[in-house]
């Protein structure tokens, strides 16, 4: 069974401007189908926004990449789901409801972040574990190395 995952913004731009690490093996089993990523249009825009600072843009420009073609590969490989209304969890940082309420909308196995509001939670949110890339590559290989990841 393929794992059902959101990677948070924080690690989606880890997956992005680094060639290798825990991050970019979860962005490149999602292009390998190895699992299924999930992503909502408020998210794919918060990744666009943070991949368009000034900070982020240098580092893709000079791979040849530009912030809204990664978006809309993101866009591409994630199956975009639209959650209901979203429900106030984290007051220290709304957005981070976002990513919750994508996860229980896509029914989602895991949600990977190293944003510690998230992480703060205790491990898991409406069943759904929230664990930092390195746990969740940790799981996903355990879960069986045929993943190819």
């Known amino acids: 069974?393929?794992?059902?995952?959101?990677?948070?913004?924080?690690?989606?731009?880890?997956?992005?401007?680094?060639?290798?690490?825990?991050?970019?093996?979860?962005?490149?089993?999602?292009?390998?189908?190895?699992?299924?990523?999930y992503s909502s249009p408020i998210l794919l825009g918060e990744l666009l926004d943070v991949l368009s600072r000034d900070k982020f843009a240098s580092r893709l420009a000079l791979a040849g990449l530009r912030p809204r073609r990664v978006v809309a590969e993101i866009r591409r490989i994630a199956h975009v789901v639209v959650p209901g209304a979203v429900q106030p969890i984290i007051a220290a940082d709304p957005d981070d409801?976002?990513?919750?309420?994508?996860?229980?909308?896509?029914?989602?196995?895991?949600?990977?972040?190293?944003?510690?509001?998230?992480?703060?939670?205790?491990?898991?949110?409406?069943?759904?574990?929230?664990l930092t890339a390195v746990e969740a590559m940790t799981i996903i290989d355990d879960r069986g190395a045929s993943l190819g990841l």
């Open 1 to 37: 069974m393929i794992m059902r995952v959101v990677l948070d913004t924080n690690t989606l731009v880890s997956a992005v401007i680094s060639a290798v690490g825990p991050p970019r093996r979860l962005l490149d089993g999602a292009r390998a189908q190895a699992i299924d990523l």
């Open 97 to 130: 409801d976002h990513v919750l309420a994508c996860a229980v909308r896509g029914q989602v196995d895991l949600i990977v972040s190293g944003d510690r509001h998230l992480l703060d939670l205790g491990g898991e949110f409406a069943g759904i574990r929230i």
